[in-house]
């Protein structure tokens, strides 16, 4: 079977929609956040099918395996087409667990907290922490 052009890492993370941009892609790659196969890889790093890429989005580490090598952006829908999510439940948990800590919130429009309050704020981060 003949093989297409070859395709760069960047451009293949931004395909299949792990990252909004390509630039955002190449920068990860650069600050060694992208592995295949357990190597840190550069931008210009070649894909190939079968091949397990693991992307550090802390606090999640993801887990890909691809299935097809593309060149051009896809809809969402059709992602799971080209790559298999392997990524562990333990890890997508992270996330979640990430999203529902609300310590500090504070309603639109309030301004900053004022001395009291922001002592207020810490002492309670404070007693969350110690539990």
């Known amino acids: ?14 395909s299949v929609r792990i990252f ?3 630039s955002i892609a190449s920068d990860e790659c650069r600050k060694g956040r992208i592995t295949i196969n357990n190597v ?13 890429v ?18 051009n952006r896809v809809s969402a829908k059709l992602v799971d ?14 996330l979640d667990v990430k999203q529902s800590v609300a310590v500090g ?3 639109k429009g309030t301004g900053r907290p004022t001395k009291k309050e922001r002592r207020l704020i810490d002492k309670l ?6 539990h």
């Open 40 to 52: 840190q890889v550069k931008p210009s790093r070649i894909v190939v099918k079968n091949e397990i």
């Open 20 to 22: 909004k941009t390509r």
């Open 54 to 71: 693991s992307v550090k989005k802390p606090p999640v580490n993801y887990t890909y395996k691809i299935i097809e090598p593309i060149e």
């Open 105 to 107: 919130f504070r309603d």
């Open 1 to 14: 079977m003949a093989e297409r052009n070859p395709i760069r890492i960047d451009k293949f993370l931004w």
């Open 125 to 130: 981060k404070e007693d969350f922490n110690d």
């Open 81 to 94: 087409q080209f790559i298999e999510d392997l990524t562990s439940e333990e890890e997508k948990s992270k």
